[in-house]
């Protein structure tokens, strides 16, 4: 979430880290970026993003994603749901481009059972 401008989310999503990162450990950088992270959540039924930073996109989603992407560089988390919704409807939300070979750098499992996966560019031996 600190690479990007903002990251789009699901409201599943939206709502599983919103009631977690608000109460969690303050002094955890991650943490700290996490709930200062801009965050789009897009959701039919949530009316109001109450996490810090947050934003609800509803209605015509794929113009507010359109209109939204020209000005911010959007990443996404979890949220699988919406990946397969934008996917089905044949819009990229993504630009395409080279794909970079990730190497695992950490894994964290969170007490809800959400994992914080760290991945970096391989190193090529």
Do not use: C
């Amino acid at each position: 979430m600190a690479e990007g401008d903002a990251t789009l989310l699901g409201r599943t999503t939206y709502e599983d880290f919103a009631n977690y990162w608000p109460q969690a450990d303050p002094a955890d950088e991650i943490t700290a970026t996490m709930n200062g992270a801009r965050k789009y959540v897009v959701s039919n039924t949530l009316r109001e993003a109450t996490w810090e930073n947050s934003s609800v996109i509803n209605g015509d989603v794929y113009a507010s994603l359109a209109a939204l992407k020209k000005d911010t560089g959007l990443s996404t988390t979890g949220s699988a749901t919406l990946v397969r919704g934008l996917l089905e409807q044949g819009k990229k939300l993504f630009a395409e481009g080279q794909t970079v070979p990730l190497e695992l750098k950490s894994a964290t499992t969170f007490q809800t059972g959400v994992l914080h996966l760290v991945y970096t560019p391989a190193t090529t031996a």
